[in-house]
């Protein structure tokens, strides 16, 4: 159980355009979900969390704009990198806990390359 | 604000032990957990410690001190599969995570 999937797991894209990445739970209710970015030979960074059905909060020094979620179910959220930039490029990781539990499942993450 | 440090790299022979440790000063505590990290992948659970002890599960186990603000990681009977990166994490009050930067275990034959 507890399984959370990405799509797309890689994409391309290039420089102004905009990507979307979807994050799923598969079988569970995910209240709140995370979105971390992750830089080669770096940890990771947690940019933003979200509770399903209201606004994401977001970590300083991440552009809300720029980085569109949206949890619009229990089972479901999005990050959309607006008007991307090659500095944006970078591994993308969601997770996702159940209401009461201190423990996050991570998705498989989501290579972001900007050209 | 948060603060986790670990050492960066770590070597050890197949068939060794090694320890990695883990210090942290964060706002607020519930728990610390332990991730393995294979390149271009994401994180997965090794373990969990909320309580002061060792916790032991298999080849790997994990201790907390919370008064020293203390953990460590023990992999046992390294196996060549076992290098990779591992994430020392700090829950905090609002169930986010915090990262340490992650050590780097390479196992030589």
């Known amino acids: 159980g507890a399984v959370v999937s990405q799509h797309p797991s890689w994409v391309i894209c290039k420089s102004g355009t905009s990507v979307k990445i979807e994050c799923r739970s598969l079988?569970?209710?995910?209240?709140?979900m995370f979105w971390y970015r992750q830089f080669p030979k770096q940890s990771l960074m947690l940019m933003a969390t979200s509770n399903e059905g209201s606004k994401a909060t977001y970590e300083q020094g991440v552009e809300k704009d720029k980085f569109l979620i949206n949890h619009a179910s229990l089972t479901l959220s999005t990050l959309t990198v607006t008007s991307a930039h090659p500095e944006d490029s970078s591994f993308y990781i969601c997770s996702a806990r159940d209401r009461g539990d201190y423990e996050q499942y991570f998705g498989p993450g989501t290579r972001l390359t900007v050209t | 604000g948060q603060n986790i440090d670990q050492p960066t790299e770590m070597t050890a022979t197949e068939g060794a032990i090694v320890q990695i440790n883990c210090t942290y000063q964060?706002?607020?505590?519930?728990?610390l957990f332990w991730y393995q990290q294979h390149a271009g992948e994401a994180p997965t659970f090794l373990s969990y410690?909320?309580?002061?002890g060792l916790e032991e599960k298999g080849r790997f186990s994990s201790f907390l001190s919370r008064s020293k603000g203390y953990s460590y990681l023990l992999l046992k009977e390294l196996q060549m599969k076992d290098s990779a990166s591992y994430l020392c994490?700090?829950?905090?009050?609002?169930?986010?995570?915090?990262f340490g930067a992650g050590t780097t275990v390479t196992v030589r034959a």
């Open positions: 410690n909320v309580l002061d």
């Open positions: 964060t706002s607020g505590f519930n728990g």
């Open positions: 079988d569970f209710q995910a209240t709140t």
């Open positions: 994490a700090v829950v905090d009050n609002d169930y986010k995570l915090s």
